[in-house]
């Protein structure tokens, strides 16, 4: 059985760490303990809460907002809804991420798992494992010189209004300068996000959100009044690893494939993958590492139809880089 040292106890660090644990390995998890002044409203799709449960090993979603559908205007102006409860896994889940994370790192502490709340500096010595689970910012592959591929220059400008009411529901819309999301918090206020490329905000950032706002059809009704707004600013670019794993390291969750925030899939995929690594750190990590790469692969290329079928602008900067891609 080996020493593992986790750095990062976000979803897929404690993940790695609570499945690492019960195989028998000996871990510790290193959090800083971040605290965001805001988080940008993230979502479990229908069967996230099962999924989550099954890896953990124990139900954490009591008291988050259930989520009850997605309402979309994207390639039209007309808005399609989706309605989670004609899924055959049932309604999905709204995170309250500081108290989603909290209770993960709970989990790994009663499995186990030595939690530090430090943050790493140097790489942990004396271990067989060092685990990137760190986030986007990758503090061990950075290190390591690791070489990231960037899809895009992708920032979220997010603020959090009052809830004015309305269904408990995600809605997307796209826009000129780039794409909305709303998402109702379990507090009675509302997360409401323009994604656009960073280079496309010139200078201040609030007035790029208000000014996109008032573009939008169905986002700015749901917004309501949004005057004391105060808009912060999330790198939330499309990238990935070119390597996943090396001598006695390993990157789970977005240290190793941050994905386009559009497809709501970067918490369940850097969960699961994150449980497989650990399940498999005696075994077959490089065919793990191929699958990854094949799950990125698939999400590059469905993430490529779901933006080119947006051909309303073509000639905004935000689209004519999605419809034209370079190779
Ligand atoms: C705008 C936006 C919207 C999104 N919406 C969704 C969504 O709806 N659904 C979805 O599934 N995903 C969504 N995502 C993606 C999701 O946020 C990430 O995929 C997820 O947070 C990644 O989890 P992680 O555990 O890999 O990393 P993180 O959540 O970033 O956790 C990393 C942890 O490591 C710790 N850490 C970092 N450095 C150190 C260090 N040096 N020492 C010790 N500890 C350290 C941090 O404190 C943190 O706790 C969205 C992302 C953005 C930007």
Redesign the pocket.
Known sequence: MAAVAV????????AFAVTAARCGHEVVL?????RLRTW??????SG?GELVASVLGVEILDGHQRAYGTAAAWGSSELQTHDFMTHWAGHGWILD?DRF?ASARDVAATTGVKVVH????ELPRDVEWVVD?????G?VVSRLDVPRIVCDSQI?L?AVVPDIGGEKV?TVESAPSGWWYT?PLADDRRVV?L?TDSDLVDGDRASAWRSGLADTTYIRVLAGDVRSADVGA???GTAYRGEMIGDGWLA????AA??D?LS???????IVM?ARAAAMLDGDLAGWSRDYEAVIAEHLAVRGEYLQAETRWPDEPFWARRLSPPD
């Open positions: 750095v990062g106890g976000g979803p897929a660090g404690c290193y959090d800083e303990g971040r940008p409203g993230e979502s479990l799709p996230g991420r994370d430090e943050r790493i500096t689970a760190s986030g986007r910012a503090t979220a997010v995600t998402t996000a994604v999330f790198p939330s789970v969750g977005d240290a941050c994905f925030p709501s899939q970067g918490l369940v995929t850097g994150a």
